[in-house]
Every structure is written in structure tokens, then in C-alpha cells.
């Protein structure tokens, strides 16, 4: 792998890390739009105790050298002009006085600090909190995850001189400088949409001014800064610029092409992400989406985000033995009549951050007997999912001014059949780029990485229109029935959280 800087005229390849939940992604983006490179590497997730959802920071920077490796293998690092970052949210890093991790970085499927979103909220004012910064902030926000570490290990918060989302620290790893962009500040609980600046009141209800921890300065997704000396010699290529880039959900759309207003984006990955694009400050007074600044000045994204989709279908797979995959679990729920399957709330997170919001939220089966089979589990869980995803929809058909298509790419979507049952259940048009490109936070980073280089996007940078599913009004009928069992279980089994929908408006 070649470490010689780039000569006169080869500055052509843009690099996209997606630092994701179970693994990093990476494209190389020719200027032309092309991918001409893929490169993945999984690092594992620690649960050591009840709730706990942990990881190496150390693992990630493992993650990084081998996907760069990759990459090179296929173009070379002499070629390179920029590295775009994306990355989960929220995922806390505690940051010692020396720019370290002080301790395992806790992942947005850490669920031990509900109790102190709650506290945090009522702090703040709840509805005062989403009106500020657009998000129904929870325990799986970084401020309520540093005040958990704060009560069960002092030893540790006192160590602590900054905190960090995931991205934020792999920047600051490659450029020595702790910075985040708008989109991911959102996800640390104190972000205010309008200012573009930390709220004083949040961080003092959080206990963290003025002597706690310093939170990274926010400054725009565009923002680049050169690779560290040190770590362009570990990854083999020139101290070329690194661009700040965004959440991964934000980039995902992106790389689907979704950036218009009315645009709605499906990204199937461990969680799925339901988002609409708006060019308007828009709230919910029943706070059932979150509100996203999108990477483009001027774009909102209307945001609802299932936490139990591939991790759920991956548990489900495993738990069912045999050699089935996650991919085999969806294609097995494909030949089973969706109407036979029992009832499954796809809660097993635990807990929901779609358009339900509510953490204490749990899954369950209903209407398990003996004449059900593993291709049945596998139905209800596909169901559960297909429905939830319907009422997301629905709330954006309720907010308005967003179109009857979604674009979908990743995970379960890739599937023909979970296409068809979606265009069915939610009486949309579900259109896939026929590439089947699963690597889109990905693009987007690479995307975001070239428009800060040249001040644009590269030619035949977004996916052509692809494969499409229509919705059947004789299918769409059967899904009405799933549904209204669906809510019976739920409305029975957690009475307490009850949501208004609108009906659904019949196909043409």
C-alpha cells in the first residue's frame, strides 16, 4: 500500500466510514459517483450487565485500519483527496484529560439510564426539552448516560474531561480535534435547533456546568480538518483533509438520494430509521418524531427511528437454530400467509423510539398455539415490524407535505417480499435503487466528503430510480385486519400508551 502523496491529477476518490452499531462500513467514491471499493469489519458488543449495552473505543480504530486496508487493496491511497465520517447515535465517550477513553463506550442500546432521562426531563420540562432541541430525550441520550456513570461510578466521572458521541471521537482520533456536527449534537440531549448552540439551562439540569465535563464545540457537517501525521502512517495513505460529516441516519438518506422536500427515506440496518424531509422547523405536539438538521442548510429531517428491527431479526434467527441467517429469517417469513402468524409486539429492545416512544415499552407474542411453526415466528416478527413501520408513516401522512413514495435500502429491505408487504401496509409506493446498495450512510460520508472538497455534488452521486412496489387494495384490506390485531394486543398489554392515528386513505 502505497504512503506517497498524490501527484498532479489524482485526487479522485472519496473515502466514507460509517462507524455503524455492529460494524464499520466503508466505500471508496470515485468523483464520477461510481463505488469502485467496499471494505466491512464487525467488533463485538458487551453486555456484562442487565441492560447494558457496551463497546471498545480501541475496537473502532482496529475497524478503521482494516477497512482502509481494504479499500487500498483495490484503489490506491495515492489517489485518495478525503475521508467523510458517519456514525451511530447517540453512543457515549468519556474523554480523560488526555483526549483517551476512560472506560467502554456505552451504545444507544443501553437502556440502564431510563430513570435518569425521566429525572432529566422533568428537570428541564419535557415539553419546554423537545420544543429546544427537537428530541423526547431519554436515557439513551449522552447527558443522562454520563449522569448514570456520575451515580454508579464516581471514580470514573471524575476522570472524565469531555464526552463524545461515537463519530465525534473517532474525528478526534484521526484529526486531533474534538468537534460534532448538528445532526449528531442532537443526540446529546441539549442541542438547541435554533441557535445551533448548546442549551446553558440543560447542561446546568444535567449537572454539568460549570466544572463538568466540556462537550465538543458544534460546527458544520462540512467542516474538515487534516489527518493526524501519526495515524496517515498507520493507515498507509497522506495526511489528506477528514470531513466532520453527520449521523448516520442523516447521511443514510442522503445516500439514497432523499434530500428533497417531501422525500421520505426507509433504512433498514439494527434499527430502522423512518425519515421525511422538510425545509421548515416543524414540532410534534404529541412529540412522536424527533427533529433532525439534515446535511444541506435549510433541510429538516422528520425522524422516527424502531430500535428492534435487524437486531431483532438476528436474535430471532439465532434463536431458531440451524444454519438460518437473518436474511434466511425474512425469506422464510416470505412463504408464510402473513394472516396466519401470531401477533409479535417487536418491542425487545426493550422499549420503542418510533412514533409509540416509550421505553418501557416490551414484545410479546400473542396468540402462540400448537399449529405454529418456526416459518410462523418468523412471519410475526416480519408483521410486527411491517406494522410499526405503518404507524410512523401514518404520523407523516397526518404532519403533511410528504409525498406517497418511500425510498428503502439495507438490511430486511433488500428483501422483494418485505417491499411488497410494506406497499401494502402503509398504502405506499416502496421504490428500491436496483444496485441494492446496503452501504448508504456510507455514500453519504463519502458524499459529504466530496461536496466539502469541491463545494458540490459529483455527477451521478444519487441512485436512479429502481425497483418498485405498488400497494394491492386486496392485501392493503388484509394488513387493515393485522393491524387492528396488532393494537389489540398492544392497547392490552400496555393500556397506558395510547396513540391517535388517522385512517389510512384507500389506494387509487
Not at 466521572?157 to 458521541?165: F, L, M, N, P, V
Not at 409525498?403 to 408487504?421: K, L, M, N, Q, W
Not at 405506499?428 to 458524499?447: E, F, I, K, N
Request: with cysteine.
Amino acid at each position: 500500500m502505497s504512503t506517497d502523496g498524490p501527484g498532479p491529477g489524482t485526487w479522485d476518490v472519496y473515502i466514507g466510514l460509517d462507524l455503524g452499531t455492529s460494524g464499520l462500513k466503508a466505500v471508496a467514491l470515485a468523483a464520477s459517483g461510481a463505488i469502485l471499493a467496499r471494505g466491512s469489519a464487525a467488533y463485538p458488543t458487551h453486555r456484562p450487565a442487565a441492560g447494558a449495552c457496551e463497546q471498545d473505543p480501541a475496537d473502532w480504530r482496529r475497524a478503521v485500519e482494516q477497512v482502509v486496508a481494504q479499500l487500498a487493496e483495490v484503489t490506491p491511497a495515492r489517489r485518495w483527496r478525503a475521508i467523510g465520517l458517519s456514525g451511530m447515535i447517540p453512543t457515549l465517550v468519556t474523554l480523560g484529560a488526555d483526549g483517551q477513553p476512560a472506560g467502554p463506550a456505552i451504545t444507544w442500546q443501553d437502556s440502564r439510564a431510563d430513570d435518569l432521562g425521566d429525572e432529566f426531563r422533568e428537570r428541564c420540562g419535557a415539553a419546554a426539552l423537545y420544543r429546544l432541541t427537537g428530541q423526547w430525550v431519554d436515557g439513551r441520550y449522552l447527558l443522562p448516560m454520563f449522569g448514570r456513570i456520575a451515580r454508579a461510578d464516581p471514580a470514573r466521572a471524575a476522570a472524565t474531561a469531555a464526552i463524545a458521541s461515537a463519530k465525534d471521537y473517532l474525528f478526534g482520533w484521526l484529526t486531533g480535534e474534538l468537534t460534532t456536527d448538528p445532526s449528531t449534537a442532537t443526540g446529546y440531549g441539549c442541542y438547541e435547533l435554533e441557535t445551533g448552540g448548546w442549551s446553558t439551562a440543560c447542561l446546568a439540569a444535567a449537572v454539568l456546568a460549570p466544572a463538568g465535563p466540556r462537550l465538543p464545540a458544534v460546527r458544520p457537517c462540512t467542516t474538515s480538518r487534516p489527518l493526524r501525521a501519526e495515524v496517515a502512517a498507520q493507515l498507509g495513505c497522506a495526511p489528506i483533509p477528514v470531513v466532520l460529516g453527520a449521523a448516520d441516519s442523516v447521511l443514510g438518506a442522503l445516500g439514497l438520494g432523499v434530500r428533497e422536500p417531501g422525500q421520505v427515506a426507509y433504512i433498514a440496518g439494527t434499527s430502522n430509521v423512518i425519515l421525511g424531509v422538510t425545509d421548515r422547523l416543524v414540532l410534534d405536539p404529541a412529540h412522536r418524531f424527533l427533529v433532525t438538521p439534515l446535511a444541506e442548510p435549510g433541510r429538516w429531517g422528520v425522524e422516527m427511528d424502531l430500535l428492534a428491527t435487524g437486531s431483532a431479526i438476528t436474535w430471532l434467527a439465532g434463536l431458531l437454530g440451524g444454519d438460518l441467517t437473518a436474511a434466511g429469517l425474512v425469506e422464510l417469513a416470505a412463504r408464510t400467509n402473513p394472516a396466519h402468524a401470531p401477533v409479535m409486539l417487536p418491542y425487545l429492545s426493550p422499549g420503542e423510539q418510533g412514533a409509540l416512544w416509550d421505553p418501557l415499552l416490551l414484545g410479546a407474542i400473542v396468540g402462540l398455539d400448537l399449529s405454529h411453526g418456526r416459518e410462523h415466528l418468523a412471519r410475526a416478527l416480519v408483521n410486527g415490524i411491517v406494522l410499526e413501520s405503518r404507524r410512523c408513516l401514518a404520523v407523516l401522512d397526518e404532519t403533511g407535505g410528504f409525498g406517497r413514495a418511500i425510498e428503502v435500502a439495507g438490511g430486511s429491505a433488500a428483501s422483494p417480499s418485505f417491499r411488497t408487504d410494506l406497499a401494502d401496509a402503509a398504502r405506499r409506493l416502496v421504490s428500491m435503487p436496483r444496485d441494492d446498495d446496503t452501504d448508504h450512510s456510507a455514500r453519504g460520508a463519502a458524499l459529504i466528503a466530496a461536496r466539502a472538497m469541491d463545494g458540490g455534488w459529483p455527477d451521478g452521486a444519487f441512485p436512479a430510480a429502481g425497483l418498485a412496489a405498488e400497494p394491492d387494495e386486496t392485501r392493503a384490506k388484509a394488513w387493515d385486519e393485522m393491524w387492528a390485531a396488532h393494537e389489540s394486543a398492544r392497547s392490552r398489554l400496555h393500556p397506558g400508551n395510547d396513540v391517535l392515528l388517522p385512517p389510512l386513505p384507500a389506494t387509487a
